[in-house]
């Protein structure tokens, strides 16, 4: 079964990479300040945004797994 994650970015360590944007466009986008925000919606495969999570050079994407509850990265 698919995971569903909590994402959350951490706006002090985002520095507009934006290689998260790259892997996963339907889940981040670079805001007006040039830091990643997470969109609403249906948004990418969780294997996608993990990827996605991963690339962050700062590894300021934070996943939480919204069933346990648990930090599952960084
Ligand atoms: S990859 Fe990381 S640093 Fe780059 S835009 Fe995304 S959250 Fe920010």
Redesign the pocket.
């Known amino acids: 079964m698919a995971k569903k994650w909590k994402i959350t ?2 706006r002090d ?9 790259a892997l996963a466009m339907k889940t ?1 986008a ?1 805001d007006s300040e ?3 925000v997470v969109l609403e919606g249906e948004g990418d495969p969780p294997e996608l945004i993990k990827l ?1 999570a991963e ?7 934070i996943l939480v797994d919204e069933e346990t509850g648990e930090q599952e990265y960084p």
């Open positions: 970015v951490d360590l985002c520095i507009g990479a934006a290689s998260c944007v981040f670079l040039n830091k990643a996605a690339s962050c050079p700062t590894k300021a994407i």
